[in-house]
């Protein structure tokens, strides 16, 4: 499946970027009035392959939730449980990122590609509310292996978490979904989410380490401690990502890479949110290059290895509102401005139709 999902992924579509690019000349406005917009309607273009792109909707944001051996290292004061227990919350509706999707119109699908404790529910069989979050139960073991003392995951276990995004991409997509966003959940993920990022751009653990819900300075230099001896122990190779995701990723991390994979391979935009998504995203770039294409940042996290990641990929970012929240949060936020980029090449008049006089 990887294989195959990888061979499918295209550069982007150069007739119908041109295309944009010359109907933003046309419209009722001065040239390059709309900045950063008016880029990624020609990038949109260019991934659908014709101009001017679909609307992109409906959105449809992906949580994928997984534990961390890591955790055995103390690099966060949060308790591992409290992962089950946001699924369950997600699932009830009460948390930030439901708020958020009901603000959008989005749905809402949690997967367990790898939560370490009991959830508090089971995968209903047919919900009887079509809108209501959806959970999928597909978790490849219960967590991951402590990273600074041995590989997170075989090659196996991560191919099979790669794949599972892959297969939710599919799903979201033959669902009807128009956009796709990236959604976390995982109890001390930022420290896998910076030992990926250290690894594909090679900068120090220094500036790839973030304080994640909030360390103190005793804990944030631990943090840093155990990011740069794992990388140290296992030499991960770039330019073998799921060598990269096995050793020093998280569960979550490459059901991720596999989900921006699958939404490439189907020209379908991804709308990536925090720091665990961006480092997912670099993976992604690895295993092929052209999956760029269907990225967009939704915005610039608080993590400091975020901005590093996005640099790597050359994305530009949204907003930058100082979150570091996760879950799909930032990326929700940043949803109506994708939107609304897309409907100015649909809805906005030229000036020969408009009869507006041209400077």
Sequence with gaps: MLETTTSAIRPPDEAA???ARELHGRLTKPAGSLGLLEDLSVRLAGLAGVCPPPVPEPAAVAIFAGDHGVHAQRVT???QEVTAQMIGNFLAGGAV???FARQAGASVTVVDVGVAHPLPVSEPAAPSDPSAPRLVNASVRRGTRDLAVTAALTRDEALAAVQTGIRIADELIDAGAGILLTGDMGIGNTTPAA???AAFTGVDPLDSTG????VDDATYAHKVAVVRAALARHTPDPADPLGVLAAV???EHAALAGLILGAAARRTPVLLDGVIAVSAALAAAAFAPDAVAAMIAGHRSAEPGATV????LGLDPLIDLGLRLGEGTGALLALPVVTGAVRVLHEVATFDSAGVAEK
Excluded: C, D, E, S
């Excluded at 304080?211 to 909030?214: P, S």
């Design 195 to 197: 030992a990926l990022i």
């Design 17 to 19: 970027m041109a295309a």
């Design 77 to 79: 004061p949060w308790p």
């Design 249 to 251: 990723g998280g569960l």
């Design 309 to 312: 990641a996005l640099r790597h």
């Design 97 to 99: 990122v439901n708020a």
């Design 211 to 214: 304080r994640g819900t909030g």
